[in-house]
């Protein structure tokens, strides 16, 4: 029996930049893979909401809702740092809405909407956070070698969701990923803070990689084969099923077994 696992990190087709996903396959496919529960996380966004959580409660899967952030980065405001934030109630559906919101009027940095951490301040009732992986901030410090750093950014994120925030683990064969997940792992054993695994997903199939590579070189305004292109994604950001997921974390249970923690908290109606 594969052990439980919960998809918290997914682009749908409305991450109009990176998203291939279509709602109603994906909840056919969660249902078909028996999965009890799926998260859409788009892009600075909720448009997928409503239909998503008809689809997923009509298919008897648990929806959980959140979104895919930018968090300005004072290191470098040119390289904004990712932030999911998964909703556990009605109090963290509406916090979230004003913080997507104010990204969209007040946070916009080149053509991107970016939050404030310190927006944060009482807005991160009801919301749980998962770190953003490699590309989170406290990522980006543990590959630089800034433990230092590191250990103050997570002190931060602790303050503003104390035992609602998780260091996420991926493995989607990207650049410098192992790297950072052994970082992490240390950290958050040196820490006591929990980890969770999540695979990044921005299409169904592994098939479905190729036009998922046109569809963000449309919106980069670059073609397939610009050797200059930036290759952000990887042919294993897809649905996987329970058994591979359990396959690739077989060395960190607790990352899964989190997945499964996290959606029982997520209760929004």
């Known amino acids: 029996m594969p052990a439980p696992f919960v998809h918290l990190h997914l682009h749908t087709e409305y991450s109009l930049v990176d998203g291939l996903v279509r709602v109603k396959p994906l909840v ?9 529960a799926c998260a859409v996380t788009d892009q600075s966004n909720l448009f997928a909401l409503v239909k998503f959580y008809k689809a997923a409660i009509a298919a008897g899967i648990k929806p959980i809702i959140g979104a895919d952030v930018w968090v300005h980065n004072e290191q470098d405001p040119n390289q904004p740092t990712r932030l999911v934030l998964l909703c556990q109630d009605r109090a963290g559906y509406l916090n979230l809405n004003e913080l997507i919101s104010r990204s969209y009027i007040d946070g916009q940095h080149r053509g991107v909407p970016v939050l404030q951490k310190d927006w944060l301040r009482g807005r991160s009732n009801g919301l749980i956070a998962l770190s953003g992986g490699r590309a989170g901030d406290v990522g980006l410090a543990l590959l630089s070698g800034n433990g ?5 950014l997570l002190d931060d994120w602790l303050a503003l969701f104390p035992d609602r925030y998780y260091l996420e683990l991926q493995r989607t064969g990207r650049e410098h990923e192992e790297d950072y997940l052994h970082a992490a792992v240390e950290l958050a054993a040196r820490r006591d803070v929990p980890v969770v695994a999540t695979n990044d997903v921005h299409f169904l199939k592994p098939d479905d990689f190729e036009a998922h590579e046109a569809r963000v070189c449309i919106h980069d305004g670059r073609t397939l084969d610009d050797p200059r292109r930036p290759r952000r994604h990887s042919e294993q950001q897809y649905l996987k099923t329970l058994a591979e997921m359990a396959e690739l974390f077989a060395d960190i249970p607790a990352a899964l077994e989190n997945s499964v923690e996290i959606a029982k908290r997520c209760n929004l109606e």
Do not use: D, Y
Request: without cysteine.
């Open 28 to 36: 056919k496919a969660v249902a078909a893979a028996g999965m009890p």
């Open 148 to 152: 230092s750093l590191a250990g103050q």
